[in-house]
């Protein structure tokens, strides 16, 4: 028995066949129930963990087919257009879904139709079953109209009108409905009685190429893992060459006995099929593992999915060798970045902006290179830019200031800076359409201290225009 | 008509002529020079390209001149190929994040960079080992935060054996005041040296002060002091005759700078530390002008 609290009230939203059995309703409510029933066991209802069953019940079904939708509540749908064979049919996938999730403790109802929309009816507002192709609306007329999804008060003003079940509906006009009731229940009455087909939208989008391994016995070992790896891998690339495409990402699936499933990404940044690179990316993404592989009690299945492909066409290698060291500088940044993850393994990108702490940003190497180039030095001159920046800049207090002038020396991190040379100031204007107009104007200097060390200094604001007390600040330190 | 040349023509022609005089340097085989002859002839032309190198900085107050030692040393080292730097994140706060328009300044493209920001001293030494076996790479700068305990002799061990094997120059950078045994080829101390003063007393060209404190060739501890000319991309060594005390331009300073000022500016010249007789004629014919000049 399950409850929660609807309407300020305590009311059961579910309950079990015994329950039923007794006379309980949904929407009853506990006191009601209690009364009834005294020794009654209730659960307060969970929404959250019920979430995350079915998401995990969904990764389970992705072994049966790729193609796996939620249909709340507490539902799935699953497109097994053209992968009902390869579990011996439809009937026997059905029965072997209904048998896994048997063992897990679960009741479930199923039905396979035409369109999404019968199958969803027949499970719960029919007897379930499988629909002989093109029986669909014989098997749906009988059902109430309730089984369209169309909402409470449509279904009552429907029953008002004597429109008890589906094939009462589907006698009438449908422009006449469509008046009435809005053109949802014209739709839905298409889709359900299956004269309308539309697919499901996936929790996970579709691959564009995927080779799979369902395995008799449940695989333990995992060196035999990896050959199943190798091999699939291999498939893979085979398939990828007759296509004249390469994979941008690739994604390996280990299906568990006891339903678990754990996927392992790879990404690359260029398109590949060369099934050695893949597979030590795949061992390189096996080591960073932080929690390692845990086969359980076996794998059922192992999938390898590319979900994006990109045309790749074999070229000959340049003479120079400029395109071998290009090739080998890519596969190494593949490593690093499954190794270390996507936004650790990074090249600089220029910004078109006058702000120096917007002028750069990293960017992960596999984004697209930026057109604005680094501006270039100007020749004979020392650096203007320091080597590191502080982000945000630190806070100095100042000594022996003098106006429209740098500080004869300064305190940084507790240690004194006597300064001995100084250039500056460069003032830098905020950007105030980002800024907005409070930010101050920066003063910068270059200074060196009397060690020799350079440092990049500012005013935050103007003397006496600006503000009383400026505040002085390092941002950079120079070589 | 007579056009002018845009100034930025001149710049792009200056740069294409430093890059092929990178290419076509008669540098040795398999050394990377410094283009100073007073560093590259008692090294044997420079230091071994496929090699690791050790920069160190005597504490975090001159990590950024060893950064900037390490930086120019990459320029040479790397001849226009990719570079590849790991990092680890706490450096982004204590000494800041890489500034990719500085880098600029310095001469190294910052689109030749690929960086590798490391969690830990760890990811680290994965991240250098990995890349010093590439052999596309033109260098790799491995920055490791502290004195972690894992960059023992082992882990150096490794990473010049990759180097060696692959032929990338790799240079680890590090603050640090402790100094293990390593398996490093050559070992520099560098600090951060008063720059010769521009006009109205600007400071100049960035200048190191060097201290090899070990070098497998045999090549005892010496100094030097260099700057760093990014528009020939090359260090020159800064002789005695060039150094301009701070205080001569603007008085103000000189008052301040006062004897303290002076001590500094006396520091010994490039000489070899040991073998010569302090009385000898060839050190007092070293010695002699400099520390005049600056005394």
Known sequence: MVVETVRNALRLVDCDQNAVRLGLTRGLTLADARARIPDLVVVEAEPQADQRLIERLAAFCDRFTPLVALDPPHGLLLDITGCAHLFGGEAALRAMIAERLRAGGLNQRSAIAGTPEAAHALSRFGAGGIVPPGEDEAMIRPLPVAALEIGAETVIALSRAGLKSVGDLAERPSMALSARFGED???????????????????????????????????????????????????????????????????????????????????????????????????????????????????????????????????????????????????????????????????????????????????????????????????????TRPLQLFEPPQPIETLAEVPDGPPLRFRWRRVLHEIARAEGPERIAPEWWRDGPAEPARDYYRVEDAQGRRFWLFRAGLYERENEMPRWFLHGLFA | MNPKPAPLALADLRRSLAEAALRTAPAAVGRVSFGAPALDEPLGGGIARAALHEVYAPGTADLAAATGFAVGLTIRAAQMRQVLWVRQDVLDAETGRLHPPGLAELGLDPARILLVRARDAQDVLRAGAEAARCSALGAVLIEPWGEPRLFDLTASRRLALAAEASGVTTVLLRASARQDASAARTRWLVRALPSRALEANAPGDPAFSLRLLRDRGGLGEREWRVEWDRDRQSFHERSAFQERPAFQANPAFHERAGNQGRAQDAAPLSRPLVSFPADGPAAEGARGPGFRRAG
Do not use: K
């Open chain 1, 185 to 383: 229940l014209a739709i839905r009455l298409r889709r359900t009685l299956g004269r309308e087909d539309v697919r499901i939208t996936p929790l996970r989008p579709a691959p564009a190429c995927m080779v799979e391994r369902h395995f008799a016995e449940p695989l333990l070992d995992m060196q035999g893992l990896e050959a199943v790896v190798t091999r699939l891998i291999a498939e893979a690339a085979r398939l990828l060459e007759q296509r004249g495409e390469g994979g941008r990402a690739f994604e390996i699936s280990l299906f568990r006995t006891d339903g678990a499933v754990r996927r392992l990404g790879i990404e690359t940044g260029r398109p590949s099929r060369d099934a050695d690179a893949i597979l030590r990316l795949y061992r390189e993404r096996i080591d960073t593992l932080a929690d390692p592989l845990d086969p359980g009690f076996g794998f059922d299945a192992v999938r390898l999915a590319i979900p994006v492909c990109e045309p790749l066409n074999t070229h000959q290698p340049s003479l120079d060798g400029r395109a071998v060291e290009d090739e080998a500088v890519a596969e190494l940044l593949d490593r690093l970045v499954t190794r270390f993850g996507r936004d650790r393994v990074l090249r600089f990108a220029a910004r078109d902006t006058h702000d120096p702490r917007r002028e750069a940003r990293a960017v992960p190497v596999a984004a697209p290179a930026s057109a604005i180039a680094w501006p270039a030095p100007e020749p004979d001159e020392p650096p």
